[in-house]
């Protein structure tokens, strides 16, 4: 089973209310998503292997240490984990960057896929599927099948918030990919979205309600 990891550092916490308040405009939404991914990236990035370079100090040649050959993806879920990216790559910025397209159908709940582009090497590359939001876990399942038919191998999935539910399908779904969230929330409602939550993840960033 992979495994679940909340970020409970207060920085995180702080930053999320900020987000969760109803009040919190688009430009502050924005800015503090990104906060919140960039954080997130210290710990996602921490287990990148490294290997040994000789370099030379002022003082003399030394032997330390730099990230290997192993190379990172950021992978949005269209449209709220674009929100995610740019923090993610203030960290990490020789990132790669693909896209999967999918929006939830509000009725079924059930998610469709309408675009995939990804950098042609994701089999070597330790891919970070990116949606602040994991409510019934049906958008994240179908990225992570999307980015295996495709040979991608070393995935984990990162969101600000998740709903236990979403935790469960997700891992079952697919028990190698670990997952890290911000949060973990009591619940998902009877429409399907978090509880307490953030509202509409994608709506908020975009400004599109
Ligand atoms: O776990 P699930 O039940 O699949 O729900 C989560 C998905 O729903 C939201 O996207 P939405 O469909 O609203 O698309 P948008 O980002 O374009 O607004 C969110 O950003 C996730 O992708
Ligand atoms: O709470 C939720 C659930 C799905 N998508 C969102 O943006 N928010
Ligand atoms: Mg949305």
Redo the contacts with the bound molecule.
Sequence with gaps: MGKFQVMDHPLIQHKLTIIRDKNCGTKVFREVVDEIAMLMAYEVSRDLPLESVEIETPMGKTTQQTIAGKKVAIIP?????IGMVDGILQLIPAAKVGHIG???DHDS?E?VEYFVKLPSDIDTRQLLVV??????????ILAVDALKRRGGTNIKFVCLVA?PE?VKALQEAHPDVDIIAASLDEKLDEN?YIFPGLG????RLFGTK
Excluded at 77 to 81: E, N, V, Y
Excluded at 131 to 139: K, V
Excluded at 200 to 203: H, I, K, Q
């Design positions: 879920i269209l449209r709220a984990g999918m929006y939830r709940l998610p949606d602040p939001m994991l409510a019934t876990g049906g958008s994240a709903a979403g399907g509409d993840a994608g709506d």
